[in-house]
């Protein structure tokens, strides 16, 4: 059992889906799954703008879109997490860059974004739900921030799209990205790029050739891609998007928003630390959460025993954070049944090193709520 933030577990509809057989990339049929995929996202982005939809991996939408809008002057990137600091890297191949670091873990201070942004920045980059620490960044109020320096505002929203609330038009958000393999439920493989009108004022040449967004605009009149796509995984995000519709969007983000505040909420009684440390605009992640491994526990003792034992898979910490704490995804179609059973097994482990105290009761609390 896959119970990390992405690649997720694949529901059985969307395994077959996947197992069709190929379709044309330049006829009807496969415009007009375009058509229902790229619709159907433009309503988890929250926006009236383009999306287009490239093979790839998450990165591969980050560095399209900073690539193809480099024409800014300078651009604010902002760190507090492995993802944060992986968009300032990309940046600064492309433009000049100003990364404001923050500690992992802790919040965004609006104030040091804000002193950056006005040294003439034309673009603030930031993440939205930055997995890596599990906390979930003010995208409302940097973007409002951002607008105030009339700056283009780029969000990774790879791990928040399909699980948690993101209005891009509302929020001013001019570039947004989504990876296939969290919350959207599907194998990795496609990255969608949602577009402001705006963000074009900044389009530049220089952006590698397959990355172009400007050649993704152009086909996309047609509901196709400039180059062959993964058409398979295009099968599999039209059952997603079906899937999503069925479910509704709202009642997909109240799932979300359940099952990790049952996590925690288990990981408050069982005795077990949070590791991030939002303030009153950040937040908790929704779709993952990252727990301190307890004094005396080994991140083999926890997550070695999990896998060989009970067959669940849950992350380890990035970076310097690796052996010091551990992440439970909650992303995609995950339901009740995994979280308690993920939930239970760590309790189970934990517990031979005198770790945790039982906090499953706490766990059933919350999911009663779905
Ligand atoms: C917030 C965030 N940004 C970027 C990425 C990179 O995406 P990918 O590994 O699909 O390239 C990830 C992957 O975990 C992520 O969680």
């Known amino acids: 059992m896959l119970?990390?933030?992405?690649?997720?577990?694949?529901?059985?509809?969307?395994?077959r889906a996947m197992s069709r057989q190929m379709v044309g990339h330049?006829?009807?049929?496969?415009?007009?799954?375009?058509?229902?995929?790229?619709?159907?996202?433009?309503?988890?982005?929250?926006?009236?703008?383009?999306?287009?939809?490239?093979?790839g991996s998450g990165t591969a939408g980050l560095e399209a879109a900073i690539a193809s809008f480099s024409g800014v002057k300078r651009i604010t990137c902002v760190d507090n997490g492995k993802f944060g600091d992986r968009l300032g890297r990309i940046a600064s191949r492309c433009t000049d860059t100003d990364?404001?670091?923050?500690?992992?873990?802790?919040?965004?201070?609006?104030?040091?974004?804000?002193?950056?942004?006005?040294?003439?920045?034309?673009?603030?980059?930031?993440?939205?739900?930055?997995?890596?620490?599990?906390?979930?960044?003010?995208a409302k109020e940097l973007a409002k921030l951002a607008k105030k320096y009339d700056c283009l505002v780029i969000m990774d929203a790879i791990t928040s799209v399909g699980g948690d609330e993101v209005r891009m038009d509302e929020w001013g958000v001019d570039v947004a990205i989504v990876g296939s393999q969290k919350c959207l439920g599907i194998p990795p493989g496609l990255a969608a790029v949602a577009v402001s009108e705006k963000a074009w004022e900044y389009y530049s040449e220089k952006c590698p050739f397959y990355l172009d967004l400007a050649a993704y605009r152009k086909k996309s009149r047609d509901y196709q891609t400039p180059y062959t796509p993964a058409v398979s995984l295009f099968f599999a995000l039209e059952e997603a998007i079906r899937m999503i519709k069925e479910e509704g969007l709202e009642n997909r983000i109240r799932r979300h928003r359940i099952l990790s505040k049952a996590v925690r909420a288990w990981a408050g009684e069982a005795g077990l630390e949070l590791f991030p440390e939002p303030d009153e605009i950040s937040s908790y992640?929704?779709?993952?959460?990252?727990?301190?491994?307890?004094?005396?526990?080994?991140?083999?003792?926890?997550?070695?025993?999990?896998?060989?034992?009970?067959?669940?898979?849950?992350?380890?910490?990035?970076?310097?954070?690796?052996?010091?704490?551990?992440?439970i995804g909650n992303m995609g179609n995950v339901g009740k049944r995994e979280i308690v059973t993920t939930l239970a097994a760590i309790e189970d482990v934990l517990s031979r090193f005198n770790a945790c105290k039982p906090g499953l009761y706490a766990a059933f609390e919350v999911l009663r709520e779905l």
């Open 3 to 15: 119970m990390i933030p992405g690649p997720v577990q694949v529901h059985g509809r969307i395994l």
């Open 26 to 55: 330049r006829g009807k049929k496969f415009s007009e799954i375009m058509k229902y995929c790229v619709d159907g996202l433009k309503e988890l982005f929250g926006t009236d703008g383009d999306v287009y939809i490239i093979s």
């Open 99 to 138: 990364v404001v670091r923050f500690e992992w873990g802790k919040p965004v201070d609006l104030e040091a974004v804000e002193r950056s942004l006005a040294e003439g920045s034309e673009a603030l980059a930031f993440v939205h739900n930055e997995t890596s620490t599990a906390m979930l960044n003010p």
């Open 285 to 327: 992640s929704n779709t993952v959460t990252a727990i301190k491994l307890p004094e005396g526990v080994g991140d083999k003792d926890l997550r070695g025993t999990l896998l060989n034992e009970y067959g669940i898979t849950v992350s380890g910490g990035q970076e310097h954070l690796k052996g010091k704490i551990f992440r």
